[in-house]
Structure formats: structure tokens, C-alpha cells
């Protein structure tokens, strides 16, 4: 064999197979949008500065100590005007004049193909900067993972990637933006797999980590390989008899988050009854937020000064204690009247102020078990987040990646799944799902449903039935339904269109009984029909129907309002097209499918 073959056959043609296998490029993809989404989160948070030194002269995530050298007006009128700022710019350039942000991406990924505008992300991400720069209690990593998000999924649509590979580097921007907001890699990871994905298959898995560590790397060679927050050198658990009050903080921070949650959801039922348009609304929240300010300035922004405080022992217990409540109404007030903004930091807030005065009634009570203030505050932290966000695992190794501790991660991990076990029992979901469902959106069945509503009925409907008019005599009724498919005949006008069913149950003594044939038509004995589908219905769809009314056939018919009749959907033909669907899509996230491909190939 010729030297130019053998290179050929055992080199190149592998080459070129590898250069086309799904896997490597996806990886490839991790890296740049990777860059991209530390690139994006580091020009937020830049952006954040810049609004920040126009709006109040300074730009130093020290916004507590700052804020206390200006004029009491001053704290006033820039959160009021840069909420008029805020209201009319989301008014008039995001969709249906409401801020965007995690729930959007979840919505996307399990409803929507992984399908996100970058135009939008980008206008949400200067919305949500702007908010946080004129000084709104809300976080910043919520816009920067929707932004990463956007990235994410504007180059799968550039490169006209599918529906799987689409979602995938959708968490890559996810995953890059958490890890370049808190330096946490592995955090990152999960929470993109966690709350975004909603599966751990390797297809996945393996470009999502290699986008989190891209964009950790970035994050570092920016700001140097520091934590989010400042913590102590070490911290140690005193006693084994210590973790009963761990448990009791994970009971504690329940209620703080789900108080949290509600707090929101209550003020935005509040404003939306006030005769305001929507774009004022901000405007007075501002004004409420600058008056909070000027007794607690450590509300404005994202908090992180405060938090860090909390977590060197600096706050006494009144003013942990008054922060909590201070800090709970400054983002439900902000968010809740249309400032635009995450609650990643403000839950992270809580969770310190809750975890640091339990700790300082847990060491008052038990000086010599307590581990300290610290600990308790950063165990609240975790709890209270993991609650919130519907993400204890992320949030848990997030913990530990700042700390470093094994140990007190253990800790975390008792008091983060109590606090979140609880609160799905008695609030139920999470903020992000709790959102959604506001907005009328439900990601219940998650992925499957998402499946469901991508099929339409009329790919799987049956054109084969039978029909009669309504004046057919009922002679020729019995006789239609010795042949009729399903046992069913369909009555139908002269338009076609749909009035009525017949089966032999529906014609009672009439089905034995001829004595009476010349009296009786087919619109006498035919029963009204009980639901039908439209030619644009989804399979979920269907299956609420059959749930409905136990029909195992389901008239189709091209709408609503002209019934005109053009098929059957079987339960058996809706369900095996359902399985058919949902095998594809969990081969193709194991990557099977493309592997069956290329050896077809």
C-alpha cells in the first residue's frame, strides 16, 4: 500500500471524522462562549461602575460606607430617577415591558429548543446594570447568567445547531457566567446542569465544564483568584452536638426564604393594582428604596460590603436583625415595581444576616459548642440561597468552594436541604418557578413536556373515519356502523363541519328496536361532542383531553370556530409518537444518536 493511502486511510480520514464529531465541537464552542460570558460578566460589572460613579460620584462595591458622605437628598433622588430611567427604558425596549432574567432561561431551554435573543439579552443586561448602578436592591448574577444564556444561544443559531446541542451551549453560558461572578467552577457546572439543563449526561456534562473553567479563568486573570467574599482564614466545628443547631438554622433560614419570596410576590400583586402605568412604578419604588437607605444604606446595591461584615462579626444582633427585615423589603419593593435585577445577592444577604444572629444566639446559649458567628453566618447563607433559588446542590458546592472547608460544608449541606426540603413543602417551588407560572408559564414535566408541545397533532392524526348527516335515517346509521373505524360515526352538516357522535351505546333502543326507523335520524340519537383538537393543538394537549373526558379518540378539526372535521387522534398514536420522541432526545443527550450516525456513515 502506497504511503499517501496509509497516511490517508489511518490519519486523515480519523481526522476528519473527530473534527466532525459532535463532542469535539461542542467542546471547541465551550471554550469560546467560555471567553465570551467572563468577557460579558466582567463588562456588566464595569457597567455597573460606570453608572454608578455618574449617578452618585464614586464606583467601590463599599456602597455602605460611600453612601453615608452624601446629602440625605442626594440617596434620594437618584434611586427615584434612575427608577423613572429604569421603567422607561424596559417599557419600550424589552418584550412585554418587563425585565428578563433566570426564569427566561429556564423557559428556553425546557420550552423553547434553547432559543434566546441576543438583541433582548443585552437590553435586559444594561437594564438590570443600570438598576443596579442607580442603587436597586437586587443581584447581579442573575442578568449575567440571562446574558451568558443569550451568548450562548445566538452561536448555536448562528452555526444552525439542533435542538440538543442548542440547550447545551445555553448551559455553557450559564455555567461560564456563575463561575466568573463567584470564582466557583464547580458551582457553575452544577447550577447550569441543576436549574438550567435539568439532566447530567456526559454530552452535556463535559462542554459545561470546560466553559465553567474557561470563564473562571478569565474571571481570574481579571480580578486575581480571590473569593466572592472576604472570609476568615479557617473555621472548625467545635462539637458534634453543634449540628442540631445547624438543622434548626436549615428551619430557620425556610422561613426566611420563603418570607423572602412572598414579600415579592405580594408587592407585585400590590403595584399591579395601582392606577399607574407600568413605567412610573419604578419611580416610587426608588423613592421607597432611597427612605429605607438613609436609616440602612447597606440595602443600596448588591450588598456584598454588608455581607462580608457579617461574615467577620462586625454587625451586633439589632442590626442583623433590622438588616433582614430592611434588606427583604428593599428587594421586594425594587423588584416588585420594575427594577431590573436578580436575587442571587439578596439571598445571599439574608442568608448572612439570619445565619450571623442565629450564631449569636446559638453562642450566647452554648458558648463553649459554638463554632463561632462566622460559621453560622456563612451556613445561612447556603440555606437560605439554596432555598430560594431551588438549587441546593450548586449552592452547597459554591460553599465549599469559597471555604475550602470540608468539614463546614457538611454543615452546609445539612442546614441548605432542610432549609430547601421545608420550603418546597410549604411554598412549593422555587422563586424562578414561581415566576414563571405568574407569567402563566409551567414547566411542570420540564423537558418531556417541552417535548410534547413540539409535536402537533396533526402529524400523528388519523384522516380514516366515518360520517353521516343529520337527517341520515337511522336504518342507515346501524348499517355505517357495522364498518365504521373505532366503532364511531361523526355527524357532520353540509359544511363538514363537526355536530355530533354516534356509537352504539348512543342509540339505546333505537340499535334493536326498527318500529320506529322512519321517525328517527341520526341528529336524534347523536350525543353532543364531548372535546375536540385543533389542526394546531401539541400533544400535551391532547393528553389533558383524554384525561378530561376518557375518550380514547379525539375528534380534529381544523378550528374552533368552523369545526369543520379533518381527522382522529388515537391515545395510542399521541403516546407511542410521545415515546418515540422522548427515546430520540434522550439518545441524543447521551450522544448514542450521533454515534449511530457516524458509524452509518
Known amino acids: 500500500m502506497k504511503p499517501r493511502r496509509i497516511l490517508r486511510r489511518h490519519i486523515v480520514i480519523p481526522l476528519r471524522r473527530f473534527g466532525r464529531n459532535d463532542q469535539v465541537v461542542l467542546s471547541v464552542l465551550a471554550v469560546v462562549i467560555g471567553a465570551a460570558a467572563a468577557g460579558a460578566a466582567i463588562a456588566f460589572r464595569d457597567a455597573i461602575a460606570g453608572v454608578q460613579w455618574l449617578s452618585y460620584g464614586f464606583s467601590s462595591e463599599q456602597v455602605a460606607t460611600e453612601i453615608r458622605a452624601l446629602a440625605w437628598w442626594h440617596v434620594v ?24 432574567g433566570v426564569p427566561h432561561v429556564m423557559e428556553a431551554s425546557a420550552l423553547r429548543d434553547g432559543r434566546m435573543s441576543l438583541t433582548i439579552g443585552i437590553r435586559a443586561a444594561i437594564a438590570s446594570a443600570a438598576s443596579i448602578g442607580f442603587g436597586a436592591s437586587v443581584g447581579r448574577e442573575g442578568p449575567v447568567v440571562h446574558l451568558g444564556a443569550s451568548l450562548g444561544s445566538w452561536v448555536a ?59 473562571t479563568l478569565i474571571s481570574r486573570a481579571h480580578y486575581g ?31 426566611a426564604a420563603i418570607l ?15 392606577p399607574l402605568p407600568s413605567w412610573s412604578t419604578p419611580a416610587f419604588g426608588g423613592l421607597l428604596l432611597g427612605l429605607i437607605a438613609l436609616a440602612f444604606p447597606e440595602v443600596l446595591g448588591v450588598g456584598y460590603e454588608a455581607t462580608d461584615a457579617a461574615l467577620s462579626d462586625l454587625y451586633p444582633l439589632w442590626l442583623l436583625l433590622a438588616l433582614i427585615v430592611a434588606k ?47 460559621a453560622y453566618t456563612i451556613i445561612g447563607m447556603g440555606a437560605v440561597t439554596g432555598a430560594v433559588l431551588g438549587a441546593p446542590i450548586s449552592t452547597i458546592l459554591m460553599i465549599f468552594e469559597m471555604t475550602n472547608d470540608y468539614e463546614l460544608t457538611i454543615a452546609v449541606m445539612l442546614a ?39 409535536i402537533k397533532i ?42 355530533g357522535i354516534i356509537t352504539y351505546a348512543d342509540l339505546h333502543e333505537a340499535a334493536f328496536d326498527t318500529s320506529h326507523d322512519s321517525e328517527i335520524n341520526a341528529a336524534d340519537v347523536a350525543r353532543a361532542v364531548p372535546a375536540v383538537l385543533q389542526l394546531s393543538d401539541h400533544l400535551e394537549a391532547a393528553v389533558q383531553v383524554y384525561n378530561l373526558t376518557g375518550e380514547p379518540h379525539v375528534p380534529v378539526v381544523a378550528d374552533k370556530k368552523s369545526m369543520v372535521m379533518r381527522g382522529l387522534a388515537h391515545e395510542h398514536s399521541v403516546m407511542l409518537a410521545y415515546q418515540r420522541a422522548l427515546d430520540t432526545a434522550r439518545a441524543e443527550e447521551r450522544g448514542e444518536a450521533t454515534s449511530r450516525g457516524q458509524r452509518r456513515r
Open 157 to 215: 443559531k448562528r452555526l444552525h445547531l439542533g435542538r440538543v446541542l442548542a440547550r447545551t451551549l445555553l448551559g455553557c453560558g450559564v455555567a461560564a457566567g456563575v463561575a466568573a461572578s463567584f470564582n466557583a467552577p464547580i458551582a457553575g457546572t452544577f447550577f447550569a446542569l441543576e436549574v438550567v439543563v435539568g439532566h447530567y449526561a456526559l454530552s452535556a456534562f463535559a462542554p459545561i465544564v470546560i466553559a465553567s473553567v474557561t470563564g
Open 328 to 374: 427583604t423589603a428593599a428587594t421586594a419593593i425594587c423588584l416588585g415595581s420594575g427594577f431590573a435585577g436578580g436575587v442571587f445577592s439578596p439571598s445571599l444577604f439574608i442568608g448572612a444576616m439570619v445565619g450571623g444572629a442565629f450564631g449569636i444566639l446559638a453562642t450566647q446559649t452554648f458558648p463553649e459548642l459554638s463554632s463561632g458567628h462566622g
Open 416 to 454: 441548605t436541604v432542610i432549609a430547601s426540603v421545608v420550603t418546597q413543602q410549604i411554598h412549593g417551588r422555587s422563586f424562578f418557578l414561581a415566576q414563571l407560572e405568574r407569567r402563566g408559564v409551567s414547566l411542570r414535566g420540564g423537558h418531556q413536556a417541552g417535548l410534547m408541545r413540539r
Open 260 to 274: 423572602f419570596m412572598r414579600s415579592i410576590t405580594f408587592t407585585e400583586d400590590v403595584v399591579g393594582k395601582l
Open 77 to 100: 433622588v437618584v434611586p427615584t430617577l434612575g427608577g423613572l430611567v429604569i421603567g422607561l427604558f424596559v417599557r419600550f425596549a424589552l418584550p412585554g415591558g418587563k425585565p428578563q
Open 458 to 499: 396533526s402529524s400523528v392524526m388519523d384522516d380514516r373515519f366515518s360520517s353521516v348527516s343529520p337527517l341520515t335515517p337511522i336504518a342507515e346509521v346501524r348499517l355505517k356502523l357495522q364498518s365504521a373505524p373505532w366503532g364511531e360515526l361523526f355527524v357532520l352538516d353540509a359544511d363538514n363541519a363537526l355536530c
Open 225 to 255: 483568584d480571590f473569593p466572592a467574599f472576604i472570609l476568615p482564614e479557617t473555621w472548625s466545628i467545635v462539637s458534634f452536638w453543634e449540628f442540631p443547631a445547624f438543622a434548626l438554622l436549615g428551619l430557620v433560614s425556610a422561613v
